[in-house]
């Protein structure tokens, strides 16, 4: 079963995202086959679904905090922002996409966060 998860696009925001090459029709968040891939225009992370340790709606966030492709200056955090809510997914094993670290989280601004933090929940092993 493949479960999509379209990121929220806030109209403030969609101009800008454009000229990155971020658009609704190449940013989507995807669970299936045992594995977690979010994609945001050009920049791509997927990691096992055992790889991650949580999921939690967040926000709602600072627009210069949230918007674009954005690295954390607190931890090795990454986000995929186009709207001001989400789901920050903690991984168990830091997994690299962008900047000169891995990445201890990810977090993505899909349209329904609270359906995406469950649907994790429920996939996430304990250890």
């Given at each position: 079963m493949t479960d999509v998860y379209p990121f929220e696009f806030a109209p403030r925001y969609r101009r800008l995202l454009g000229l990155l090459g971020i658009r609704p029709?190449?940013?989507?968040?995807?669970?299936?086959?045992?594995?977690?891939?979010?994609?945001?225009?050009?920049?791509?992370?997927?990691t096992p679904l055992s790889n991650i340790m949580s999921a939690v709606p967040?926000?709602?966030?600072?627009?210069?905090?949230?918007?674009?492709v954005r690295l954390s200056l607190?931890?090795?955090?990454?986000?995929?922002?186009?709207?001001?809510?989400?789901?920050?997914?903690?991984f168990r094993e830091p997994v690299r996409v962008l900047g000169p670290r891995p990445?201890?989280?990810l977090t993505v601004t899909v349209a329904d966060p609270e359906a995406l933090a469950a649907h994790l929940g429920s996939l996430i092993s304990r250890p």
């Open positions: 029709d190449n940013s989507r968040v995807v669970v299936a086959d045992g594995v977690f891939s979010a994609r945001f225009g050009r920049w791509t992370l997927t967040t926000g709602p966030y600072r627009a210069v905090k949230a918007i674009g607190r931890d090795s955090g990454l986000t995929f922002g186009s709207a001001l809510d989400g789901v920050c997914v903690a990445h201890e989280a």
